[in-house]
């Protein structure tokens, strides 16, 4: 079975901290992705990477950045956390390819008070 | 662009009823695959069923089935004898391609109950 992990699934962090999520998949897929859920918007795109070191914006950047130094892992970064970043942050891997599934991790909930 | 829309914000069925949950989506592309996932309360989102365009067929997994209609860009979700553990929230989803990398592309959900 794939398996996708998440570093956290409830994170408590500050206005203006450094915000680190990371993500490990054990399957060596190709691609990596992030997305934030919120209520009455699904999921959005923030970012995704096809390979090791490559990365593509979503459509909603602003605000994060990624790192993917490894294949198997893709990390997420708020650089100064804001109270409008709360939200629940699922990463995914698939293969590469338009027709494969992606496969989710458990979720991070985040909250910045 | 690509879009993804669900209609149905929330939904609630007896167990062992048919439900139905409806998906529109907009494309310009000709051959394609769709995918309904399935998250259900505070467990990781699964897959449930994926269409392929060009296929006539529709996909059936158990009690999963989809009413595809492509000429009306209609991708339904039928779930049939529901049970308890059909509770979650519902997403369809079209991948759009990217310089040949797939990214999906996400309706806003349906949430579902199933009432005992």
């Known amino acids: 079975d794939v398996k996708v992990t998440q570093s956290s699934r409830y994170l408590v962090k500050r206005t203006g901290e450094k915000v680190f999520l990371e993500c490990v998949q054990d399957m060596d897929h190709e691609n990596m992705f992030w997305y934030r859920q919120d209520p009455g918007l699904g999921l959005r795109l923030i970012y995704f990477?096809?390979?090791?070191?490559?990365?593509e914006k979503g459509d909603i950047p602003e605000g994060y950045s990624v790192s993917r130094e490894k294949k198997e892992r893709f990390s997420l970064i708020l650089e100064s956390a804001s109270t409008n970043q709360t939200s629940m942050y699922l990463c995914?891997?698939?293969?590469?390819?338009?027709?494969?599934?992606?496969?989710f991790g458990p979720g991070t909930r985040l909250t910045v008070t | 662009a690509q879009t993804v829309t669900q209609s149905q914000p929330e939904m609630s069925v007896q167990e062992a009823e048919t439900v139905t949950l409806s998906c529109t989506y907009d494309t310009s592309e000709s051959n394609y695959y769709l995918f309904w996932y399935k998250q259900p309360p505070s467990r990781q989102m699964i897959l449930v069923i994926r269409q392929e365009a060009y296929k006539q067929q529709n996909a059936t997994e158990n009690r999963f089935s989809v009413n595809f209609q492509k000429a009306a860009k209609s991708f339904s979700l039928k779930i049939s004898d529901s049970q308890l553990g059909d509770t979650a929230m519902y997403f369809c989803?079209?991948?759009?391609?990217?310089?040949?990398?797939?990214?999906?592309?996400f309706g806003t959900g349906t949430r579902l109950t199933i009432i005992p």
């Open positions: 995914a891997s698939s293969l590469g390819g338009w027709n494969y599934e992606q496969y």
């Open positions: 990477s096809y390979d090791v070191k490559m990365k």
């Open positions: 989803a079209f991948p759009f391609r990217h310089f040949g990398n797939e990214k999906l592309t």
